[in-house]
């Protein structure tokens, strides 16, 4: 059965800073992949998805994340981070019946 | 437009109340999902619609009772609901049910319930 990891509870980044939420996925075959991001109280948005094809996805809001089969790792990054990046990122796994499931989360925390 | 809404965005209920959790969405999507997500915990799948059946049900206790009248609006009956019932319930659509996770799912912003 697909599971995702995701490391990091929390993570503090300064405003400004780069920023990596690692994501680990344990599946068979091509998986598909998703981060979501989901600021308090709020509904979850999807950032970016990986089905097949480039292993670099370009999502919205600057995100970007970098699918490496060998080692079963759907990391996302960003650049440059903002005060409003603040929030809970899900990584997530697609499974049979169009289901997600989805890591633990990473709570990120901006610094000014 | 990719909008799902739910109504109402809090709920406090006492353990003897009926109430029902409301989602509606106008994107034309055939598949519809109710999720639980308790605090600094990920969401979990509670049930799935496709084409107003119900498709998946992840053994969830009978004390919630899922209805799709029709193709945009999913509603959710609660009855005799327990405290650790608490939590926030997110509905979310896609375009079908196909394959794995490859038909994105939109959610809604949630329903907070507090059971009393």
């Known amino acids: 059965a697909q599971s995702v990891t995701q490391p990091d509870i929390h993570i503090t980044v300064s405003e400004g800073a780069s920023l990596e939420l690692r994501c680990n996925y344990s599946y068979g075959a091509t998986p598909y992949l998703f981060w979501y991001v989901q600021s308090p109280g709020q509904g979850l948005q999807l950032l970016l998805k990986y089905f097949s094809g480039d292993t670099l996805v370009q999502g919205i809001k600057g995100f970007e994340a970098e699918f490496k089969r060998s080692q079963s790792s759907f990391n996302l990054r960003k650049p440059s981070v903002h005060w409003s990046d603040a929030a809970e990122y899900f990584c997530a796994v697609g499974a049979s019946g169009n289901k997600l499931v989805f890591g633990a989360g990473t709570i990120l925390r901006v610094k000014s | 437009d990719t909008e799902v809404t739910q109504t109402p965005k809090h709920l406090v209920m006492g353990m003897t109340n009926k109430k029902s959790l409301k989602c509606e969405q106008h994107?034309?999507?055939?598949?519809m999902y109710w999720y639980k997500q308790k605090a600094k915990k990920p969401p979990e799948l509670m049930f799935v619609?496709?084409?107003?059946?119900?498709?998946i049900n992840e053994s969830v206790p009978s004390r919630f009772s899922p209805e799709c009248p029709n193709s945009s609006l999913l509603n959710l009956h609660l009855h005799a609901l327990q405290p650790e019932d608490s939590a926030l319930y997110l509905c979310?659509?896609?375009?079908?049910?196909?394959?794995?996770?490859?038909?994105?799912?939109?959610f809604g912003p949630g329903t907070r319930l507090t059971v009393l």
């Open positions: 619609y496709s084409y107003e059946k119900l498709s």
């Open positions: 979310a659509s896609s375009q079908e049910l196909a394959g794995f996770g490859t038909d994105t799912q939109y």
């Open positions: 994107m034309g999507h055939r598949a």
